[in-house]
C-alpha cells in the first residue's frame, strides 16, 4: 500500500496510526477521486452552448438517498478503524520503565522514577530521554507553566503537556536509533526551538547509561532537582492531587 | 393572503426611482453613511470594511510566508512573529471572515431576497456595524502598544494567555476588540433571525426561502448559541487577568482546559457560522449560473440544519490531544459531519448536472470553491480520528487543512462579490480581468496549501517562527510562499479591477438572469427595495416572473397555485 505521505514511524502504537492513516487515505482518494471526477464531468460537459433553457429537474429522491446512506455506512466503517487503533494507543499496559517529563518555558527535565537519572536542558541544547527498545515505557506527562505539546514525529503521536494535569502513556519502541522532538503547542517566546531528543537504545546499553548517575555528584543533583520539581508543582496545586486522565 | 386579495385595485405603481433619490431630505455623503440605518448602506460599510480586513490580514500572511521561506527566517523577530500569526489569524476570523458573511452579503441579500424593505431592527444594524468597526480598531490598536499586539495565538489558550506570561495592553486589547466584534455578532443574529421570522413577503413561506436565506437563517441561530459563550470566557479571561479571580488559574484552584472548552463551545460552531453562509452564496450562484433550480433544495436545507444540529456537539475534536475528553464521542459526532456535508457536495454537482453552464467570473470562483472545498473537506475527514489527530495535531497538516477550507471560503465570498456586487452598486465588475483574478486565486490556492499538507507530514509544527533543525523544509515553504504570493496577486487584481471597472458597465436590474427577488428590484434597489414583487409560488419567483411555463420539475405531490388571480402583488 502507498504511504500517502507519512511514515510507519518506530512504535507498535506509530504502525497501527500509519495503517490506519493509509485506510482513511484509500477511502479519501477514491471518494475524492470519484467527486472530483463528476466536478469536471459536469463542468466540461453542461457548459452553455446555446440560449437554451434545460430540464428543470430539482429532485431524484433514490439518488438523494443513495448518496446519504453511503457516506454513514463509510463514516461507521472508519469510525470502527479508529476505535481499534485508539484503544491500542491509550492502553495503559505494565510497565517496566517509568520517566517523569516535565515541560516548562522553554525545555524539558526528564527523570526516571527509582534511580538517579535526570536530563534536563533548555531551548536548542536538546535534553535526550534514553530508554529501552522493545519495552513498555510509561510517561508521566506534566507542564511546570503554561501548555506544552510533547510531539515525537516518529511517534506519530503528540499530548499536550497541562499544567494541574497528569497525562500518561504509554510507548513501546522497536526500533533502536535517536528521534527528534518538538514543542507542537505555542507556549511563548522561545516556542519555535523547544527541542528535545528520544534515544532509544538496547537494554544493557540502558543499564549502563543509567549507572553512569550512581555517583555522588549526580545524586545530589538528582535530588535537588526533585525537591525543585516537587515545589514547583506544588506552587501550581496548593491543595489538590494532580489528577489522572491518561485513559480513554 | 386574504388581505391583499380584497384589497382596493393596487394604486399605480410610482416610476422606478434610483437608488437614495427619495431620500433628499437625508444627509448625504460621509453624513450619510455615518447616519444610515438602511440595510443597503450598512452592508456595504460592513464589505468595504471586511475587505480592508482581508487585505490587512492578508499583508501579514505574506509576512509570515517570506520569513519562512528560509529555515533561520529572520525578517521579523521571535516576537513579532508571534504577533503576527496571532492577528493574522485574529483578523481572517474575527474581523474578516465572520463579518464579511453575516454582516456584509446577509444584511445586502437577504432583506431583498426575502421581499423585506430593510432588516428587523435597523438602528440595532447600525450599531452591530459601529462596534464591529471600532472593536477592529481596537483589537488592532494592539500594534501601536510599548508590548506590541497579542501574541498567544487566536485561540488564547491559558494559562499563556494570564496577566504573567501576557503582560501586555495588546492582550487587553485583542480581549476588547473581541468582545466589541463579538455583541456585534450577536445582534446582528437577533437581526437577521428576527427578519427572516417576520418580514417575509406574502406568499414567501419557510420552504421558499432561497437557500443563502436559509443558511443565513441557520447561521443566526448558531451565532445566538456560540457567541454568548465567547463573551463570557473573555470576561472570565479578563477577569483573571486583572481582577485577580482564579477561573484558569491552576494555583488558584481553577482548571486551564476550561478555557478550552469554552473557546471551542464557541470555536467550532463558529466554523460554521463562518461557513454556511458561504454554502449558501456558492449555491445560489451554482444554480443561477446553471440555469436550474438548487438540486435536492430540501434536503439543502435538511443538510444545513443538520450541520448545524451536529456542530455544537464536536467542540472537543479541537481537544484530543488533552487527554481529557471523551474520544470516541466527539469523534463520532465530527465524523458524521461529513454526511450533511457530502450531501451539500452532491446536490451542487446535481444542480450542475445537465445545467447549461455559464462560465461567468461568479460561476468560476464557485467551481474553485467546490474543488477547495473537497480537498479541505476530505483531510477534515482525518483530523476527527483521535489516532490520527494526535499525529498531526498542531503541525502544518493542520494549518493546511484549514487553509484549503478558508480559502475556499474566499473564493466563494469573491464569487458573492462579483454575483451581487452588480446588485448594490448598480454596475459589472471587468469579467476579464475577474477571470485572471479567479485563476490567479485559484492556483495560487492550491500551491499554497499542498506543500503545508507534505510539510505537516513530515513533522513541521505550527506556529514557529523558524526550522532550523529541518532545513530540507526550506523548498516546500518556498512553494508555499509562492502560492501565497499568487493568491496575494489576485487580490491587487480585485483591486485594480474595482478602478478599472468604476461606473463604466451598467448592471441593469438582473444580468444574470438570476432566480431570486432581489433580482427583480432595480440596481440599486430604492430605499425601501421594492416598488412591486412578482408573485411568489416557489423559491425562485424572478424565474418564475420572467420564463412563465419553466417552473421546477414537479416531485411527488406539488401544491396547488394559490388563487392569486394578479401576476404582481403590490406592496401595501
Given at each position: 500500500m502507498p504511504s500517502f505521505g507519512a511514515s510507519p514511524g518506530a512504535t507498535s502504537s506509530s504502525r497501527s496510526v500509519f495503517h490506519l492513516w493509509q485506510w482513511f487515505s484509500i477511502g479519501a482518494v477514491i471518494v475524492g477521486g470519484i467527486t472530483l471526477l463528476l466536478i469536471i464531468w459536469a463542468v466540461l460537459r453542461y457548459r452553455r452552448k446555446g440560449d437554451n433553457i434545460p430540464k428543470q429537474s430539482q429532485y431524484h429522491v433514490p439518488l438523494e438517498t443513495i448518496y446519504t446512506i453511503i457516506p454513514i455506512i463509510i463514516v461507521f466503517a472508519l469510525f470502527a478503524g479508529t476505535l481499534v487503533v485508539e484503544n491500542k494507543e491509550t492502553a495503559n499496559p505494565r510497565t517496566n520503565v517509568t520517566i517523569d517529563v516535565l515541560a516548562f518555558q522553554w525545555g524539558w527535565k526528564f527523570t526516571y522514577p527509582g534511580s538517579n537519572a535526570l536530563v534536563y536542558g533548555q531551548t536548542t541544547q536538546d535534553p535526550v530521554m534514553e530508554f529501552p527498545v522493545n519495552t513498555n515505557v510509561h510517561i508521566n506527562l506534566r507542564s511546570s507553566d503554561v501548555i506544552h505539546g510533547f510531539y515525537v514525529h516518529a511517534f506519530n503521536f503528540s499530548r499536550y503537556a497541562l499544567p494541574g494535569v497528569l497525562n500518561q502513556f504509554t510507548i513501546r519502541a522497536q526500533s533502536t536509533g535517536t528521534y527528534f522532538g518538538q514543542c507542537t503547542q505555542l507556549c511563548g517566546l522561545y516556542h519555535s526551538l523547544m527541542w528535545f531528543r528520544v534515544k532509544v537504545v538496547s537494554q544493557s546499553q540502558y543499564h549502563a547509561w543509567l549507572q553512569t548517575f550512581n555517583n555522588p555528584t549526580a545524586e545530589a543533583a538528582a535530588k535537588a532537582a526533585a525537591t525543585a520539581t516537587k515545589q514547583q508543582l506544588s506552587t501550581l496545586v496548593p491543595s489538590k492531587q494532580t489528577s489522572s486522565h491518561g485513559d480513554n | 393572503m386574504t388581505d391583499l386579495l380584497e384589497?382596493?385595485?393596487?394604486?399605480p405603481i410610482p416610476a422606478p426611482v434610483p437608488a437614495h433619490e427619495e431620500e433628499h431630505h437625508g444627509p448625504t455623503g460621509i453624513l450619510k453613511w455615518m447616519t444610515s440605518t438602511d440595510h443597503k448602506v450598512i452592508g456595504l460599510s460592513y464589505t468595504v470594511t471586511s475587505v480592508i480586513m482581508l487585505v490587512i490580514g492578508g499583508i501579514f500572511a505574506e509576512i509570515i510566508r517570506v520569513q519562512l521561506s528560509t529555515p533561520n527566517g529572520s525578517l521579523v523577530s521571535l516576537a513579532q512573529y508571534n504577533e503576527l500569526f496571532t492577528m493574522h489569524g485574529s483578523v481572517m476570523i474575527y474581523l474578516f471572515a465572520g463579518p464579511f458573511a453575516f454582516g456584509a452579503l446577509a444584511n445586502i441579500v437577504v432583506p431583498l431576497q426575502i421581499g423585506a424593505p430593510d432588516m428587523a431592527f435597523p438602528r440595532l444594524n447600525a450599531m452591530s456595524y459601529w462596534l464591529y468597526l471600532f472593536g477592529s480598531i481596537t483589537m488592532l490598536s494592539g500594534f501601536f502598544t510599548a508590548g506590541g499586539a497579542a501574541n498567544f495565538g487566536w485561540v488564547a489558550y491559558a494559562p499563556l494567555s494570564n496577566s504573567i506570561n501576557t503582560p501586555g495592553a495588546g492582550a487587553d486589547l485583542w480581549i476588547g476588540g473581541l468582545l466589541l466584534t463579538g455583541f456585534s455578532a450577536i445582534f446582528t443574529g437577533v437581526n437577521l433571525c428576527a427578519t427572516v421570522f417576520y418580514l417575509r413577503a406574502p406568499g414567501m413561506t419557510m420552504f421558499r426561502m432561497p437557500i443563502f436565506t436559509w443558511n443565513l437563517m441557520v447561521t443566526a441561530i448558531l451565532i445566538l448559541l456560540a457567541f454568548p459563550v465567547l463573551t463570557a470566557g473573555l470576561v472570565m479571561l479578563y477577569c483573571d487577568r486583572h481582577f485577580g479571580t482564579h477561573i484558569f488559574s491552576v494555583a488558584g484552584g481553577g482548571v486551564p482546559v476550561l478555557w478550552q472548552h469554552i473557546f471551542w463551545f464557541w470555536g467550532h460552531p463558529e466554523v460554521y457560522i463562518l461557513a454556511l453562509p458561504f454554502f449558501g452564496m456558492v449555491t445560489e450562484i451554482i444554480a443561477v449560473f446553471s440555469r436550474k433550480p438548487v438540486f435536492g433544495y430540501k434536503g439543502m436545507v435538511f443538510a444545513t440544519l443538520s450541520i448545524a444540529a451536529l456542530s455544537l456537539g464536536v467542540w472537543a475534536h479541537h481537544m484530543f490531544t488533552t487527554g481529557v475528553v471523551l474520544l470516541p464521542f466527539f469523534s463520532i459526532m465530527s465524523l458524521l459531519i461529513a454526511v450533511p456535508t457530502g450531501i451539500k457536495m452532491f446536490n451542487w454537482i446535481g444542480t450542475m448536472w445537465r445545467g447549461e453552464i455559464w462560465f461567468s467570473t461568479a460561476m468560476l470562483m464557485a467551481i474553485g470553491f467546490l474543488i477547495t472545498f473537497l480537498v479541505g473537506g476530505l483531510t477534515g475527514i482525518y483530523l476527527a480520528s483521535p489516532p490520527l489527530d494526535f499525529f498531526t495535531h498542531d503541525t502544518y497538516f493542520v494549518v493546511a487543512h484549514f487553509h484549503s477550507i478558508v480559502m475556499a471560503l474566499v473564493l466563494g465570498g469573491m464569487a458573492g462579490l462579483y454575483y451581487w456586487g452588480p446588485k448594490i452598486t448598480g454596475y459589472l465588475l471587468n469579467e476579464t480581468i475577474g477571470k485572471i483574478q479567479f485563476w490567479f486565486l485559484f492556483i495560487g490556492t492550491q500551491v499554497f496549501t499542498i506543500p503545508l499538507y507534505i510539510l505537516g507530514l513530515e513533522g513541521m509544527p505550527r506556529r514557529v517562527a523558524m526550522y532550523a533543525h529541518d532545513p530540507q523544509w526550506k523548498l516546500l515553504n518556498d512553494v508555499s510562499t509562492l502560492g501565497a504570493i499568487l493568491i496575494g496577486v489576485s487580490t491587487v487584481l480585485f483591486v485594480v479591477n474595482i478602478v478599472v471597472s468604476w461606473k463604466k458597465y451598467p448592471a441593469g436590474d438582473n444580468p444574470w438572469d438570476a432566480h431570486t427577488l432581489e433580482w427583480f428590484t432595480t440596481s440599486p434597489p430604492p430605499h425601501h427595495n421594492f416598488y412591486r414583487l412578482p408573485q411568489i409560488r416557489s423559491e425562485r419567483p424572478t424565474w418564475d416572473y420572467n420564463h412563465p411555463g419553466h417552473q421546477a420539475a414537479p416531485h411527488g405531490h406539488h401544491p396547488a397555485p394559490d388563487a392569486v388571480p394578479a401576476d404582481e402583488v403590490p406592496v401595501p
Open positions: - | 384589497a382596493p385595485a393596487p394604486a
